[in-house]
């Protein structure tokens, strides 16, 4: 699970994240949504560890951030909306090196690897350059290396840009089973209707605060006269 | 105006705005770049000045060495143009990006190859500049020749350095096009190419065994020189049209600079024709060479994975960098230019006879040789250990969130850098002494040099990357030319300054019996105190700080 409490950040006279807390628990997809600027990626970058906050605790399941943070990062995996992956490496080396860099067994990585790329439908591409991937292609090896030593927490931002129909329909489906299977995930996206689609529970981020959060149902209901999600979140982001 | 017209024209605008923003780079790095330039030029022409004063100091012997040694040298710095004119050919019609996006708008293949090929030959041979001006400068400045004749003669540089990386782009071409795709035809290609070279050496040998008794001894001394003088090589014209000038026979010397001119006329037209015609073909069979659907991991990489033990990050990035730096020709070579040039030169040293000599002479070559290889070593470090933190920013996503800290990370890449560098210096170190057969304090202290000047250098390019770590989508090149690249450029030559010449004026004088009040153990033992105690500072310092930096920045 995810748990942030009091949460912020200040970047010289912005204040990027302010007092956001959030709790999510395991097995929940969690859509957090926002106009540009929001503060969705600097809370995300919190969580990873990649930002430091200026207060407030993060706790990834059950472990807290700034007191264990190598054991908290061991649980968490994250993919950006934009991942660099190394161009000269094969999809298959670069799970091969993901596995070293979790320090997993190497028996367990070999075995592992192929079968990852198996279930992304990626191998017969196994052994070709990252460099010669389609953007698509691209996403699905990123998600099979950050899924391959099953962390607890996921966080995604953006996951949908760029792909094609197999490609969404394929991490709509992995995101599902995963949750099923225990996983939290905690997912931003401009995409308002897959949000409404996939998501146990929304939360919407405007200026740093968290303006509004529950599940579509909660939303709709505590928003009397507005019954379509992107009318409540225009109505809470343009203020 | 041609499509290649207007490219050509856009190209001269995009230099002509960045000589114009010369202001905005960091003032250390504009003077420091100056100040190498300067330096550069001045004692280049003073040891060419020396040179060609100790050979005319001969006497009748110059007239006969000095023809030749101006073939040889042409011929050296022809291959070197051949070469930067294959890769940097190779870069342009090839790898950049800008020929993928002219792909699509309407510009003929024949006017992208003629801008591309422009665009190669400039970027390839304004750096030769630097050598031949030395050279002619040295010469005419010693046969006190007008301005006038200086600048006619350096008016044969223009066509040399177009002929030879003309060449280059050539030679590039055809084997692009027509190298063999796969295993078996990789195999036999190299196997003709081995015949071909090994036929070519029986029959430049045939050849010296019909030379004078005088040819003979110069040519075993100097390795080439046969070739050299061949007289339908392009540098024995240049070499006879520049002294024809200096024997006040301008019309032969004029005949040799219309011939190198006319060469260069039909390489171009040749050039322009063969490369319309197979370029679009090359660039199609480049663009789909992908392997794609490869079910094999290459035979490197299986050999890589078994090569490193455990699990590790240290493995992780072992595996990783090695496969990259493999894969990536502009990487690699660079490494083999260097190394490969500094390994010829070392070979060399026995066929000089240094080990005969007075052991003053071979200690005094081996510490020059040890500083030479240091600073190799100091600028391929800057080039590629610096960036290498800021490349891995891009990738934080993953590697950001690894169960290891960034601290960890920066250790493994120090430790990876530190052990190539000292593998390859220790080698070609060990090559250098075993051909100059120095006495054991000296061979001692050289041992011990190496990896010590790798501990230093990988240290301080990986601290201080982890310093000035620069983040986002930034080219190596760009990482290098700011403020950390300048920095770290500067303190890795006054290191290898430090560790190497202190050592070398020791053991120097220890050869030459002037410290007299220690003995050679005791010298030995405070140079080497001296080497390991400034080497692990230089090194360790940059690293501490680099550890700290990583630990409180945000990301």
Known sequence: MIQLQHLNKRYGQLQAVDDLCLEVPSGELFCFLGPNGAGKTTSIKMMTGLVKPDSGSIQLAGVDAAKEPVLARSQLGYIPDMPFIYERLTPMEFLLFTGDLYQMPRDVVREKAPRMLEIFGMMDRAHALNRDLSHGMRQRVIYAATLMHEPKVLLVDEPFIGLDPHSIRLIKDLLREHTQRGMTVLMTTHILAIAEEIGDRIGIINQGKLVACGTLDELNTATPGMNKLEDLFLELTLR | ?555
């Open chain 2, 1 to 555: 105006m041609r499509p290649a017209s207007l490219l050509i024209r856009n190209h001269l605008f995009e230099l002509k705005t960045a000589a114009r923003l010369v202001h905005e780079q960091p003032k250390i790095k504009v003077l420091l770049i100056g100040a190498f330039s300067i330096c550069w030029l001045v004692s280049l022409s003073a040891l060419f000045y020396a040179g060609f004063a100790f050979l005319y100091k001969l006497g009748g012997a110059a007239f006969f060495l000095v023809p030749r040694l101006f073939t040889l040298f042409f011929m050296g710095l022809g291959f070197m143009l051949m070469l930067s004119g294959a890769v940097t050919g190779y870069a342009n019609l090839f790898q950049t990006p800008e020929v993928r996006r002219l792909l699509s708008w309407p510009v003929p293949m024949r006017d992208l190859f003629y801008y591309s090929l422009v665009k190669s030959t400039l970027m390839s041979s304004w750096a030769f500049f630097f050598i031949i001006i030395p050279f002619i400068g040295a010469f005419g400045f010693y046969r006190d020749w007008s301005f006038f004749m200086l600048a006619w003669s350096l008016l044969f540089s223009i066509p040399f350095v177009m002929l030879f990386s003309g060449l280059g782009v050539l030679l590039m071409l055809i084997v692009v096009r027509w190298i063999p795709r796969g295993r078996t035809l990789g195999l036999l290609g190299a196997l003709f190419l081995a015949y071909a070279a090994y036929s070519a050496t029986n029959y430049v040998r045939d050849l010296q065994a019909n030379q004078t008794e005088d040819m003979m001894v110069l040519v075993n001394f100097v390795p080439g020189l046969q070739l050299a003088s061949f007289p339908l090589m392009p540098n024995s014209w240049m070499a006879q049209g520049i002294l024809s000038f200096a024997n006040d026979d301008g019309v032969r010397g004029s005949l040799y600079l219309l011939l190198l001119c006319s060469s260069v006329g039909v390489l171009f037209l040749f050039l322009a024709r063969f490369g319309s015609w197979v370029y679009p073909v090359t660039l199609q069979r480049h663009l789909t060479s992908s392997n794609v659907l490869s079910r094999q991991a290459s035979l490197i990489s299986r050999i890589l994975q078994n090569l490193f033990p455990g699990r590790s990050a240290l493995r992780a990035y072992g595996i990783k960098d090695s496969l990259i730096f493999l894969r990536d020709p502009s990487q690699w070579s660079q490494f083999l230019i260097f190394f490969g040039l500094l390994a010829l030169y070392f070979l060399n040293l026995g066929s000089l006879g240094y080990s005969d000599l007075d052991p003053t002479w071979s200690n005094l070559i081996a510490f020059l040789n040890m500083f030479s290889l240091s600073a190799v070593m100091s600028s391929l470090s800057a080039r590629f250990v610096f960036p290498q933190m800021s490349l891995e920013s891009r990738t934080l996503w993953m590697v950001g969130l690894a169960p290891t800290s960034l601290g960890r990370l920066m250790l493994n890449k120090f430790l990876l850098a530190a052990i190539a560098l000292s593998i390859v210096g220790t080698g070609l170190a060990s090559l250098s002494n075993s051909m100059l057969e120095i006495q054991a304090s000296s061979l001692f202290l050289c041992r011990l040099l190496m990896p010590m000047v790798a501990i230093a250098l990988a240290g301080m390019s990986t601290g201080l990357g982890a310093m000035f770590m620069e983040m986002g989508p930034k080219t190596p090149a760009q990482i290098l030319s700011g403020y950390g690249g300048t920095l770290n450029l500067i303190l890795t030559l006054f290191s290898v300054i430090l560790l190497v010449l202190v050592p070398g004026i020791f053991s120097h004088l220890l050869v030459l019996d002037r410290i007299s009040f220690l003995s050679e153990t005791e010298v030995t033992v405070f140079t080497s105190i001296y080497i390991v105690v400034l080497s692990l500072f230089a090194g360790g310092f940059p690293l501490f700080l680099g550890y700290r930096t990583l630990k409180t920045r945000d990301f």
